[in-house]
């Protein structure tokens, strides 16, 4: 497995761990009509190459990664990731499941054949994606330095707004990203 660039998100279905045998079916039957409705939106919206885009899936939760052939991943593909993560979690509630998740900038490595991927870009994102009480995804906070800087060097009127996240004895900001 090479070191790879990318962004990638950890999305948790909310309630799964709960699931009947008849939900857990549901579950994955949802999870079957998400992904093609996704495959079918990135043909249509063409935000980024399908073939940059993987999806790993182990029990509940789901592991989304875009690999960027640049060392650092730009703005455009930062948006264009958030547009598919928002597009899965909005076609996820119109099918009945909420996930709740985080979204990193950075390394990793992935074997789709061994439905594998670690890295830097996992671990902060797994140190992160159960720190909210809410359905959705947020990037960590070392992601919005990354996301900061793109921002003071972009061009287009665009919008970051911060969520206060909190651990015991700190507090971060997790972005949500808005454009105009």
């Not at 497995?1 to 008849?22: E, F, H, P």
């Not at 909420?98 to 870009?121: P, Q």
Request: aromatic share 8%.
């Amino acid at each position: 497995m090479d070191k790879q660039n990318g962004i990638v998100a950890i999305l948790d279905a909310l309630g799964a761990s709960d699931y009947s045998d008849a939900e857990v079916r549901a579950f994955v039957n949802s999870r079957d009509k998400i992904a093609v409705v996704l495959d079918e939106y990135l043909d249509e919206k063409s935000l980024i190459d399908p073939g940059q885009l993987k999806t790993f899936q182990f029990n509940d939760t789901i592991v989304i990664a875009l690999i960027c052939e640049s060392p650092q991943a730009s703005l455009k593909q930062i948006t264009s990731f958030s547009a598919v993560i928002r597009k899965y979690l909005v076609e996820s509630m119109n099918n009945g499941l909420l996930f709740r998740g985080a979204a990193a900038v950075g390394e990793f490595r992935a074997n789709d054949e061994t439905n594998t991927i670690m890295g830097d870009a996992i671990t902060d994102a797994a140190q992160w994606f159960e720190e909210t009480d809410w359905a959705g995804v947020h990037y960590t906070p070392r992601s919005c330095l990354h996301i900061e800087r793109l921002f003071g060097t972009c061009q287009r009127q665009t919008r970051l707004g911060f969520y206060s996240l909190r651990r015991p004895g700190e507090e971060q900001r997790a972005p949500s990203l808005v454009r105009h």
